[in-house]
């Protein structure tokens, strides 16, 4: 088995993570939905791009720091939102909120997070973004962006690119659904909610706490509701 003293390049975390995860967590964070091809063009995307090399330029100092939003961080590459990093690790967005603060970079914590932001922001100090999905509820997404300013994350970063979740084929094979150990943690108060209501209705439950959130996003979300965020 691969050993992280032996990695030499960011390729071979996939290689490992592959060997130490099992299937279904391991498919979870490194799939697509349907073909893979957005992931594939995704990968492409990134292999095309160059660096144009310069000589006779003085090296002896290199500042890779930029400013994301007014905030100065090391280096132009940041941490996005994953969700669920519990299923790969028992310290979750914990251990990643450390290192980005570590690495002096913006870490943005997933609302899908198996530790909640106030967890998060007592790892101590470091700077963070929230990501954040509109739900139906508008008042729990008050709630979530209050909760986030009190915690001290300095920017929200709003996800409007999955009104419907893309058909994850991985997901269907493996039969994927958070471990009954974790939850959410953010969106707890959303799922007890959304229990209540479907119990009301006199529906059936949702089979999972994931599928009971994808169902409460705002599928009707346009650029409409931006006079109400006031």
Same mark, same amino acid.
């Given at each position: ?7 030499? %390049?960011? %390729? ?29 063009? %995704? ?7 160059? =660096?144009?090399?310069?000589? !006779?330029?003085? *090296? ?10 007014? =905030? ?21 967005? !914990? ?13 943005? !914590?997933?609302? %899908? ?15 963070? =973004? ?10 729990? *997404? ?15 970063? *709003? ?18 659904? !958070?471990?009954?150990?974790?939850t959410m943690k953010n969106l707890e108060k959303l799922n007890t909610m959304s229990s209540k209501r479907v119990r009301t209705l006199g529906l059936e ?26």
């Open positions: 088995m691969a050993d992280l003293a032996g990695i030499v %390049n960011v %390729n071979e975390y996939e290689i490992l993570a592959k060997q130490r995860l099992p299937k279904m967590v391991y498919d979870y964070y490194a799939s697509g939905a349907e073909d893979e091809w957005s992931l594939k063009e %995704n990968r492409r995307g990134y292999e095309s791009i160059r =660096f144009r090399p310069r000589v !006779l330029v003085d *090296v002896s100092n290199v500042d890779t720091s930029i400013n994301v939003l007014g =905030f100065k961080i090391s280096t132009p590459i940041m941490v996005a939102p994953t969700a669920m990093l519990k299923m790969a690790h028992p310290d979750g967005e !914990l251990a990643v909120a450390r290192a980005a603060a570590a690495a002096g970079t913006i870490m943005t !914590l997933s609302s %899908n997070s198996t530790c909640s932001m106030e967890e998060v922001a007592e790892t101590g100090p470091g700077l963070r =973004f929230f990501q954040l999905y509109v739900f139906n509820n508008r008042n729990f *997404v008050v709630e979530l962006v209050h909760r986030a300013e009190l915690s001290g994350y300095k920017a929200i970063v *709003v996800t409007v690119d999955t009104p419907r979740l893309g058909r994850r084929e991985a997901d269907i094979r493996n039969r994927f659904d !958070l471990p009954p150990h974790l439950t949702p089979s999972s706490s994931r599928g009971s959130v994808v169902s409460q996003k705002d599928r009707s979300l346009t650029w409409k509701v931006a006079p109400d965020c006031d």
